[in-house]
């Protein structure tokens, strides 16, 4: 499964922004999905995950609230719905995604997925 990022860009704080992680497969119905950022010198960070379903998300603590991640299986796509933006939520986001079966909640840590995408930049001025 190739997966690619998309939607990011420049938006003002307290501004919102929808990006995509599009999936090359069917298999991606298979697969939960998880949303990472990452700021330079700084370790990769969890955002959101959702399961194969889509009935069973987690979020980080710092996004609660505030971003929703949702998917449609049937276009091979997730999101990550990113409303009250702080300059603090500026990074490369990237979509990553691992075979799970029906019932297991998501995973948060990036070590658990297989499949990721190349990232798109956000920037949220103050």
């Known amino acids: 499964v190739q997966l690619q990022a998309s939607g990011g860009g420049l938006v003002q704080a307290g501004g919102s922004l929808r990006v995509t992680c599009a999936a090359s497969?069917?298999?991606?119905?298979?697969?939960?999905v998880g949303w990472f950022r990452q700021v330079p010198e700084k370790e990769r960070e969890f955002v959101a995950a959702?399961?194969?379903?889509?009935?069973?998300?987690n979020y980080a603590d710092s996004v609660k609230g505030r971003f929703t991640i949702s998917r449609d299986s049937a276009k091979n796509t997730a999101y990550l719905q990113m409303n009250s933006l702080s300059p603090e939520d500026s990074a490369v986001y990237f979509c990553?995604?691992?075979?799970?079966?029906?019932?297991?909640?998501?995973?948060?840590?990036?070590?658990?997925?297989?499949?990721w995408g190349q990232g798109t930049l956000v920037t949220v001025s103050s």
């Open positions: 990553a995604s691992k075979w799970t079966i029906l019932t297991v909640p998501p995973p948060v840590s990036g070590t658990e997925y297989h499949y």
């Open positions: 497969r069917r298999a991606f119905s298979e697969h939960a």
């Open positions: 959702i399961s194969r379903n889509g009935r069973m998300t």
